[in-house]
């Protein structure tokens, strides 16, 4: 199968950005899209911020060989590490990237307290401290690293016990301190949001960045007058540096549509190549 012409490439460090495409799938049901998880190196959260960059420029070079017209960074953290280097790297290439939505919450919370969960990159990126210092004013904001969440999530095991002490883990100091939103700074995430609202009860607000993400990915098509305005819906091609069957078994669950996944191996970490 030849890969399809002007595809929207999106990336994550393994099935969190599929939160991300599901949302722009709703949106925009005609585009292409290239999706890759880079599950060989999943968890992306608490490496190194040049390691993550590197992996998102061979990532960028991935997915532009393969026609990428816009590239969706569907991953905090490698937004975080990598969004800013992305763009000065490639600067005819148009990115979209993620953070974490401190601005609807600061301006929709009726306590002024705000938690945030999302990873340690996440946190440490100048990123964050950009955003909390632009829109967080007068908010107080209680962050956690949900260490192992994202693990829990690649298995799939988005209701087991040790998934429901994690964010338990996480939410409960949160709750004493009276929050009344929480933000979801990590792709992974939103796939938890009934567990989440379980825990946190239906009146604390849970906000999902990716049905804003879609939008801004429309607008920067718009704007380049890149929009596919076909008919018919659009392919998704899946690859992953992990394993392509277990993908493919999270696919229905997670995305709501089925793929046929590919497997993809790295060259020193540097370089992305189909094997055989
Ligand atoms: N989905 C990711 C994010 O949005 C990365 C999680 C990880 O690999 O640690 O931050």
Redesign the pocket.
Known sequence: MTSPINSIGVF???V??LSVLRAMREQQPAEDVIYFGDQGH????PRPMEQIQSFSEGITDFLLDKSAKLIVVA???ASAAALKYLRERFPDVPFVG?EPAVKPAAETTQTGRVGVL??PA?FQGALYASVVERFGNGVELFQHTCPGL?GQIEKGELSAPATREILEGALQPMLEKNIDTVVLG???YPFVIPLIQEIVGEKVRVIDPAPAVARQARRILDARGLVNESNRRGRVEFYTSGDAAEMQSMLPMLLGEAGEPKSVQWRNDLEIILPG
Not at 42 to 45: A, C, L, Q, T
């Open positions: 994550d460090s393994g969190g950005g999943v968890p992306y959260g991953c905090n953290t993620m999302a990873t996440t994202v990590c792709t992974h």
